[in-house]
Nanobody
Framework: VQLVESGGGLVQPGGSLRLSCVAS????????MRWYRQAAGKERELVAA????????NYADSVKGRFTISRDNAKNTVYLRMNSLKPEDTAVYYC??????????WGQGTQVTVSS
């Protein structure tokens, strides 16, 4: 099982990034997918979630209206489009695969730094 994130980097405030997470080794469409982030010295927090069939999404209040989670089950990939980025969005972003009564899986993380 693997979850591999990409797309992080350094961006100026107000800029945009799109994170990708490619999954392998499990039935991707059967799992809800989540993006978490962890800033230095802080606890990991849930940013966005999407159901297996992509029928429903949820967002943390801090990113509503700026971030969009989506998935392509044919490509085993989940995305996080991040617009209007702020310095407080700086963190390591992780993707997470979850399904009831089953262990969950984590990627290795990708660094996002928002700074001028």
């Amino acid at each position: 099982v693997q979850l591999v994130e990409s797309g992080g980097g350094l961006v100026q405030p107000g800029g945009s990034l799109r994170l990708s997470c490619v999954a392998s080794g499990f039935t991707f469409s059967s799992y809800a997918m989540r993006w978490y982030r962890q800033a230095a010295g802080k606890e990991r927090e849930l940013v966005a979630a999407i159901s297996g069939a992509a029928g429903s999404t949820n967002y943390a209040d801090s990113v509503k209206g700026r971030f969009t989670i989506s998935r392509d089950n044919a490509k085993n990939t989940v995305y996080l489009r991040m617009n209007s980025l702020k310095p407080e969005d700086t963190a390591v972003y992780y993707c997470n695969a979850v399904r009831p009564l089953t262990r969950d899986y984590w990627g290795q993380g990708t660094q996002v730094t928002v700074s001028s």
